[in-house]
């Protein structure tokens, strides 16, 4: 295969590619860090690359790899070594204290948009927040599918709405 071919493929299966990226790493600047580190892994490993192979599941495997060392990376840059006799593993970070206010409010606010959501989309958000699958809701409430997919969608939106002011908490 050559540079053209290849580089025309790679560009062809990077599509597929974001949603992978943006489920590992649940960020869209992340996933698009993740896409490029596998795309430039990928081209500058060219060679490794057995024609014939399914060149998706090739990249698949180079971004689950470069997810798992980035992350174990900035896991280990967050621990350090406690040199003591005991050798704890210990992580480092800011020692903050919060205000369980904040989240008291956020809590009572919450279930209060959720109360005030319509009948129709409450009833399907909230077996889908406590772990029922689609189909599960959609037998239980007999509707079909998409109409419980739309009605969790739309709960979603006028739930944001609704507690946007919670959305830039810094």
């Known amino acids: 295969m050559t540079t053209l071919e290849f580089s025309y493929s790679l560009d062809k299966a990077s599509g597929s590619l ?7 790493t649940k960020d869209v600047d992340d996933a698009k860090d993740l ?3 596998t795309i430039l892994k990928a081209f500058s490993n060219k060679e490794k690359f057995a024609e014939g192979t399914n060149l998706k599941a090739w990249l698949y495997t180079i971004m689950r790899n ?12 967050g621990t350090f070594v406690d040199t003591t006799e005991n050798h704890f593993y210990l992580n480092s970070g800011k020692e903050t204290i919060e205000n369980g206010a904040f989240g008291s409010f956020a809590l009572r ?7 005030r959501l319509d009948d129709s989309h409450k009833v399907p958000f909230e077996m889908f927040f ?7 809701i959609a037998e ?8 419980v997919k739309n009605r969790i969608h739309i709960a979603r939106k006028q739930l944001k709405e609704s507690l946007e002011v919670y959305m830039h908490k810094n």
């Open 18 to 24: 974001k949603p992978f990226a943006l489920r590992l």
């Open 35 to 37: 896409l490029q580190d």
């Open 140 to 147: 239980e409430l007999q509707i079909p599918i998409g109409t």
């Open 130 to 136: 406590r772990g029922f699958k689609y189909h599960e």
């Open 109 to 115: 606010d919450i279930r209060i948009a959720i109360d």
């Open 66 to 77: 470069t997810f798992i060392t980035n992350y174990q990376r900035a896991a280990r840059r």
